[in-house]
């Protein structure tokens, strides 16, 4: 059983930044992936990051590559999304999601656990 819990969330003007935490409890990981998903109100979860728990490798949407950077603090089970240079668009609710597969997807079907959100509005 793994429960993850996310904050950071808040309100910021364009262009600024703002670091989501995701702090997991319960099981640790020694394989798998952890991702950060967005839902803004009436449209579709989308997905945002993932990191592989084994090989750090990571994976981000096009729509925020080079903006976003997921990291992990292993001693504190704490996954981290620094996002910086934020637009009215990233306005949503986060997720940070986990999984044990030891894959790469950005489909919000394969994760096991999820957080409860953590609203994020950008204000232009």
């Known amino acids: 059983q793994v429960q993850l819990v996310e904050s950071g969330g808040g309100l910021v003007q364009t262009g600024g930044s703002l670091r989501l935490s995701c702090q997991a409890s319960g099981r640790t990981f020694t394989s798998g992936s952890m991702g950060w998903f967005r839902q803004a109100p009436g449209k579709e979860r989308e997905f945002v990051a993932v990191?592989?728990?084994?090989?750090?490798?990571?994976y981000y949407a096009d729509s925020v590559k080079g903006r976003f950077i997921i990291s992990r603090h292993n001693a504190k089970d704490t996954v981290y999304l620094q996002m910086n240079s934020l637009k009215p668009e990233d306005t949503a609710v986060y997720y940070c999601?986990?999984?044990?597969?030891?894959?790469?997807?950005?489909?919000?079907?394969?994760?096991?656990?999820w957080g409860q959100g953590t609203q994020v509005t950008v204000s232009s």
């Open positions: 999601a986990a999984t044990h597969s030891n894959v790469i997807t950005t489909t919000a079907g394969f994760y096991d656990y």
């Open positions: 990191r592989r728990w084994t090989d750090a490798s990571t």
